[in-house]
């Protein structure tokens, strides 16, 4: 599968971003997806994900609340609504996806096998 993340920006802190990831090649139904991101100097951390089934998502303490993930079965895509921005959100943010597995695994990015670029989230204070 091939994945292309989208909706990055510049922001003000308090603002609203909605990020989109296609996904193409396989079936898109049968992917958990998630959403991960990295800030400059620190390590890749989990933000969101979606079981493929669509009954769990979960989410990192620091956005939940705040963000939502969300995913358009017809349009091969998921969405990561992103409210209340900060300037600590600021990172590359980048979308990965698994065909099937457990609801377990979500928060891990090397559960991970296929991955899209990162797309650029700058929140200003």
């Known amino acids: 599968v091939q994945l292309q993340a989208s909706g990055g920006g510049l922001v003000q802190a308090g603002g609203s971003l909605r990020l989109s990831c296609v996904a193409s090649?396989?079936?898109?139904?049968?992917?958990?997806m998630g959403w991960f991101r990295q800030a400059a100097g620190k390590e890749r951390e989990f933000v969101g994900a979606?079981?493929?089934?669509?009954?769990?998502?979960r989410y990192s303490d620091s956005v939940k609340g705040r963000f939502t993930i969300s995913r358009d079965m017809d349009k091969n895509s998921v969405y990561l609504q992103m409210n209340s921005l900060k300037p600590e959100d600021t990172a590359v943010y980048s979308c990965?996806?698994?065909?099937?597995?457990?609801?377990?695994?979500?928060?891990?990015?090397?559960?991970?096998?296929?991955w899209g670029q990162g797309t650029l989230v700058t929140v200003s204070s």
């Open positions: 990965a996806a698994r065909e099937g597995g457990s609801a377990n695994n979500l928060a891990f990015d090397s559960w991970y096998p296929y």
């Open positions: 090649g396989r079936t898109f139904s049968s992917y958990s």
């Open positions: 979606i079981h493929w089934t669509g009954r769990v998502s």
